[in-house]
């Protein structure tokens, strides 16, 4: 069997798969990737929006039920800032090039039921939804890998563009237990000031927009009917 032959059998066993599900049908999860910009607020940069970098990642979502799920999500980026000054000396620019990777664990909650389904009562293809969750933060800091916690919290929309094909847009939150993400040691808080203030740590805010792919279907919750025994008439 050659590869044309081979690629043609592999693209028809998953047309065959994708189109088992009917838009009936509701599926328990879903995976997808993401891509959008983020860009960050701490020692080296107090303006927002300002240094905006690409962002990249993907999304695995479990849907507890049509209102409430759960996200594991990873994505990646890096503080770009070429003007940068050094608090030695403010004549002097420090460029800040420092990739950072996040993992986060996050709750969504839905303000409508969303569902490809037309037959369904009370449910929409459309929704927004906030979330809150934890997520670990992975940087450098002087040549050595960190790892800190991060709070996550944001909000979103999500559109069905087919039965098992979905649209995500969100607006992303990361408030770091760290003042060291620009990965320079005079940036992390040079002169102490920062106390044990956590709103005197860095803060990261990422915009993505995604596709994910439904899979995993839930089991119907159809009531079960049971058929009549035909009556028997005795003469």
Known sequence: MNFKTLGICILCTLTFVCTQANAQDEFKAEIGGAGGGAFYIGDANTQVFKYIQPSYGGLLRYRFNQRIAGRIEFNATQINIPDAL?????????????????????????????????????????????????????????????IKSALNFGVGIKYKL????????????????????????????????????????????????AIT???????CACRKTTQEKPKVFKH
Request: charged share 20%.
């Open 162 to 209: 087919a039965p098992r094909w979905n649209f995500n847009a969100q607006w992303s939150n990361k408030l770091l237990n760290s003042d060291q993400v620009e990965g320079l040691g005079a940036y992390a808080d040079p002169y102490g000031l920062n106390g044990t203030n956590i709103l005197n740590k860095d803060f990261v805010s990422n915009f993505t927009v």
């Open 213 to 219: 792919f439904d899979f995993w279907v839930r089991n």
């Open 86 to 146: 050094d608090p030695k000396d403010i004549n002097v620019s420090i460029p800040i090039l420092n990739p950072v990777r996040f993992l986060d664990f996050n709750m969504e909650f839905n303000f409508n039921d969303i569902a490809h389904n037309p037959f369904k009562h009370k449910t929409t293809r459309f929704t927004s939804y906030v979330f809150l969750g934890y997520g670990r933060t992975f940087f450098k800091y002087n040549s050595v890998e960190r």
